[in-house]
């Protein structure tokens, strides 16, 4: 399995934890991770798991706490283009979530409880390629929150011993 972060700042921790882990950096937002994705499908057909940091819509979820994607779609798209894409791959004993996938913070929620920037880009190419794909994320705000109220260290904590504590082969 590869896991894929938006930023090394989201996988220094589990790559000093676990360095028996295939950890690779895909970018932020759509277009990066896109094109990070495509990179490894060319030679790569091993599963792909996204993680990294969101925004909560829902306020039932709170900061720290780490959720499984089970549904992305790119917030940006005007109806009728827009589409959802399911996980193929869900980490069991999560809460379970659908996500936006977000050029920009505070979209609109549309059914979705978080957001974040990369993940409709991964399950598009996986699903597309036939490979399995999933995602967690660990909440670092609330959707329309200031910078300065996030909680960037206790998300990345609870997602690091979270994703470090995974057994794998059950995934």
């Not at 920037?117 to 994320?137: D, K, S, Y």
């Not at 470090?164 to 082969?169: E, P, S, T």
Request: charged fraction near 25%; proline fraction near 3%.
């Amino acid at each position: 399995m590869i896991i894929l972060f938006p930023t090394e700042l989201e996988a220094a921790r589990l790559r000093e934890r676990r360095p028996d882990l295939d950890i690779r950096i895909c970018g932020i937002g759509a277009v990066e991770t896109a094109a990070e994705v495509a990179r490894i499908l060319r030679t790569e057909r091993e599963p792909l798991l996204l993680c990294g940091i969101a925004g909560a819509y829902d306020h039932n979820l709170k900061k720290g706490d780490v959720v499984a994607i089970t549904e992305e779609r790119f917030a940006y798209l005007s109806t009728g283009y827009d589409r959802s894409y399911l996980a193929s791959m869900v980490v069991e004993g999560l809460p379970m979530v659908r996500s936006n996938t977000v050029s920009h913070c505070s979209q609109e929620a549309n059914g979705a409880e978080i957001e974040n920037m990369e993940g409709a880009a991964l399950f598009a190419l996986a699903q597309a390629e036939g490979v399995r794909c999933g995602e967690i994320r660990a909440i670092s705000n609330y959707v329309g929150e200031e910078r300065s109220e996030w909680d960037i260290p206790l998300a990345l904590e609870r997602l690091t011993e979270t994703i470090a504590n995974l057994n794998f082969d059950e995934i």
